[in-house]
């Protein structure tokens, strides 16, 4: 065992990357490049641009309450199901980190946890802005940290919150 900041980390193969491209940092990914969407984008296909974060194993619990169902998935192709429909209806989709990720390693487990706004734009040019609170566990699988476990909070917010919170990102 060896000990980084105050955090205990049990040596494994996915320690040694869990500052540089860590948990902490393929969350922030996970919805600053994966849940991006500009105009001009083609067909959203979940599994494409997801694939390599999520578990292949059969134990999944994948949820998130903007699904108007509540449902939770089991499997990768499950989610892309529920996720790609409503993700290929919006124009565009704009997002920026405003809390985290606040990372905790164990062993072949992390968990992490952050903050983000969303700027949703639809084909007809209505808005919708987002705050939502994401958590993530994380499984080291063959060398690479993979999604196992996911819980979305999401709330509506006034569009002036996440326009503030875009333009500081840049």
Excluded at 32 to 44: A, K, N, S, V, Y
Excluded at 80 to 103: C, I, M, Q, W, Y
Excluded at 112 to 134: M, Y
Aim: aromatic share 8%; with cysteine.
């Amino acid at each position: 065992m060896s000990i980084i900041g105050a955090l205990w980390i049990i040596d494994s193969a996915c320690s040694t990357s869990a500052f540089a491209d860590g948990p902490g940092q393929l969350h922030r990914e996970w919805i600053l490049r994966g849940w991006e969407r500009r105009e001009t984008d083609g067909c959203f296909v979940f599994a494409e641009r997801f694939d390599h974060l999520y578990s292949r194993r059969e134990d999944l619990h994948l949820y998130d309450s903007s699904d108007p169902r509540h449902r939770v998935a089991r499997s990768v192709a499950e989610y892309g199901s529920f996720r790609e429909g409503p993700f290929n209806a919006l124009k565009s989709a704009r997002h920026a980190v405003t809390d985290g990720p606040d990372v905790l390693l164990g062993g072949n487990l992390a968990a992490t946890t952050l903050e983000f706004v969303a700027r949703l734009e639809r084909p007809d040019g209505e808005v919708s802005s987002i705050r939502a609170r994401s958590a993530l566990v994380w499984r080291c699988e063959e060398g690479t940290w993979r999604i196992v476990r996911e819980q979305n909070a999401v709330r509506d917010v006034p569009h002036g919150e996440v326009e503030a919170a875009l333009r500081e990102q840049g």
